[in-house]
């Protein structure tokens, strides 16, 4: 049934490469991952900028969530060719531990905590947050001349230059970089989550740093986790996302508009670039815009990067998702609750449980 389904959206093959076909793991890793590194930045999302070493200041925050947590706040500055851009961060983890496990998250608004960010919960279950704001990065809008983007965009926006998506991605990666410097953070443990358009920043970013162990992109849909080709009637395409939103990506991006099917990638391409570390997907019932089997089925088709790891990928029954479904078993995960398009406590459980049992 599953197969049938992934007939109809006649997806680019993801080991057909340059008139050749990729039959290992050593050659989808030699090869396939480039390729598509490649074509995501070039037709989609735009080229991450150079990387940038910041100056970095902290300041312990007095709040320590009943003792048993420590917030310091972490200030990035970035100097391009003399101008500068400081953002801030904030660092939580559970209190005089060592080998934390870590989630990065991009979030909307910078407060701690945050109806999207439960963070007194995500510490109970033993984790580390590292959260920032992604206007404080760059505002949401195709305002360039601010944050990263005043630093590193000249002029004009040309067709392979990086959209939002991707300052935010990059941002996300720098933080990375400091986790790397701090004793208490178990550097094997260190994943990305976001909501939505944050969702799909979670995605590429693991997609592109390897040293993120795991992303949990929640109700990412269009351009996140969800396939392109074949999205359902009332879901969002890639005309819509970007007539609303055409600065999350390159300008090259807009001529799939009403077009997808000369798209050269899909988004299970991007899932799978995540191989063989772990994806947990999340939807919402009621989130038809984020289109849940398009998310699903993308999630199929990449798992085959994760069989040539010699790993399972998504475990699941061989039909659609329905609402209830949670499938964690394997490295590549999908679950579906009930309720409208929100990270909600539940989806946390979910993700923070599958982590526990696979990290
Ligand atoms: C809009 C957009 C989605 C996005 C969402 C969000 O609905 O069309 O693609 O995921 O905003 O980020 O909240």
Redesign the pocket.
């Known amino acids: 049934m599953i197969e049938n389904e992934l007939k109809k959206r006649n997806l680019p093959d993801l080991f057909y490469i340059d008139g050749k076909q990729i039959k290992t793991k050593e050659e989808w890793e030699k090869i396939g991952k480039e390729y598509w590194r490649n074509i995501i930045q070039k037709e989609g999302y735009g080229f991450y900028p150079p990387i940038v070493k910041p100056e970095i200041c902290t300041k312990i925050n007095r709040v320590d969530f009943a003792g048993k947590a420590t917030w310091e706040e972490v200030y990035f500055t970035f100097n391009v060719d003399g101008k500068t851009h400081t953002v801030p961060t904030n660092l939580i983890y559970p209190k005089n531990k060592k080998n934390i496990p870590f989630f990065i998250y991009v979030n909307f608004r910078p407060d701690i905590p945050d109806r999207l960010l439960p963070v007194e919960e995500i510490i109970d279950n033993g984790f580390g947050i590292f959260s920032v704001c992604h206007n404080d990065i760059s505002t949401d809008n195709g305002d360039f001349t601010n944050g990263l983007a005043g630093l590193f965009q000249e002029g004009e926006r040309k067709e392979c230059d990086c959209g939002k998506i991707v300052y935010w991605s990059y941002m996300a990666s720098r933080m990375m970089d400091y986790l790397q410097t701090l004793e208490q953070v178990d550097k094997t443990r260190i994943g990305i989550s976001g ?6 920043t979670a995605l590429l970013t693991a997609a592109f740093d390897e040293r993120f162990a795991f992303t949990c992109p929640n ?6 986790v969800a396939l392109s080709r074949g999205c359902c009637e009332k879901g ?1 395409k890639v005309a ?2 970007c007539k ?2 055409p600065y999350w990506f390159c300008t090259n991006y807009h001529k799939y508009a009403d077009n997808e099917q000369s798209l050269p990638f899909d988004q299970h391409c991007l899932v799978a670039l995540v191989a063989p570390r772990l994806v947990y997907v999340g939807g919402a019932l009621e989130d038809v ?2 289109d849940n089997d398009s998310q699903f089925l993308s999630c199929v088709e990449a798992s085959k990067v994760w069989k040539m790891y010699g790993k399972d990928g998504l475990i699941c029954p061989d039909r659609l998702p329905v609402c209830g479904d949670v499938f964690t078993e394997g490295e590549v995960g999908f679950h579906l609750r009930a309720g409208t ?1 929100y990270q909600s406590r539940e989806d946390w459980n979910v993700y923070m449980s599958a982590l526990k049992k696979k990290l």
């Open positions: 909501h939505s358009r944050l969702g799909k109700n990412s849909g269009c351009s996140g969002e819509d996302i609303t939103f815009w984020a398009h």
